[in-house]
């Protein structure tokens, strides 16, 4: 589904999202989902004047505003993925919330986990935000640099065979899923891909990038496609997915979001 100011171009298993600007369109789309996102759709909608998108303001600013500018890219392009992927006609559904559950941080463990409904296939996701501080990286170079990070990132993780980043992430569904739309039978397809029932490693990842490279240099989609069938040849991975998102700034969402607070 197109968003007014965001141009998406589709390809192979690649997605590029260029946000041109942060339209009123747009604005309504963080407006509904900010919430779901934050503390999870289930808990959202059971409890909505405790998760009003007031009090979500005040619980995603109080982290936000305290962190360094490396922290906040993060924040607001795991944030920017969760609201695009959600938007998107791709038939994922999401299983994470964007919140920390233990303390006043970035989350732990795997950034998102989706489950294609039609198929039960999960898909791992790691968000790497950034841009060249020294702007001598171009936008494709410095895309594939976080589209690396994103990679190593996951398959650390996957590697790694912790059985309590499942048991989070089991916590997470709870959140995000209501009785009503399948959540045992996706608590138990996320469990038995855990390392304690699945002894075969190899998992389907979506490596996420979001840019802050001015979008008159422009991403090509191209460089993602030749990314993914690299990574795809390494074997690393069972299947993969490319997204990128290129977004002049990232303060801008966070000074709609300051704003929206003090609007509330």
């Not at 233990?102 to 989706?114: H, M, R, T, V």
């Not at 990132?153 to 089991?170: K, T, V």
């Not at 990842?205 to 240099?217: E, F, R």
Request: charged content about 30%; glycine content about 6%.
């Amino acid at each position: 589904m197109p968003i007014e100011g965001v141009k998406q171009i589709d390809k192979f298993n690649c997605t590029l999202y260029i946000i041109e600007t942060l339209s009123e369109e747009f604005k309504q789309i963080i407006r509904g989902q900010l919430q779901g996102i934050w503390s999870g759709f289930a808990m959202a909608d059971s409890l909505p004047e405790f998760f009003s998108y007031t009090n979500t303001l005040e619980s995603f600013l109080e982290r936000y505003n305290t962190k360094s500018d490396n922290t906040k890219k993060g924040m607001i392009g795991e944030l920017l993925a969760h609201i695009l992927l959600n938007h998107s006609d791709n038939n994922l559904t999401s299983l994470s919330i964007l919140k920390n559950k233990e303390e006043k941080s970035i989350k732990k463990g795997f950034d998102i986990i989706y489950c294609e409904i039609d198929n039960d296939k999960l898909w791992y996701s790691e968000v790497k935000s950034g841009k060249s501080e020294t702007g001598r990286e171009d936008s494709n170079t410095y895309n594939e640099i976080l589209l690396k990070r994103a990679k190593k990132g996951i398959s650390e993780m996957i590697n790694e065979r912790r059985n309590s980043l499942w048991e989070s992430a089991l916590i997470d569904v709870d959140l995000m899923i209501k009785e009503g739309d399948g959540k045992l039978n996706l608590k138990k397809i996320l469990s038995k891909d855990s390392p304690v029932l699945k002894t075969e490693h190899k998992k389907n990842v979506i490596l996420i990038s979001s840019l802050y490279h001015n979008i008159c240099d422009c991403i090509n989609e191209n460089n993602q496609v030749v990314f993914h069938d690299n990574t795809k040849l390494e074997g690393v991975f069972n299947d993969i997915k490319v997204i990128s998102i290129q977004k002049n700034t990232f303060e801008a969402v966070g000074d709609f979001l300051s704003n929206e607070a003090l609007l509330s």
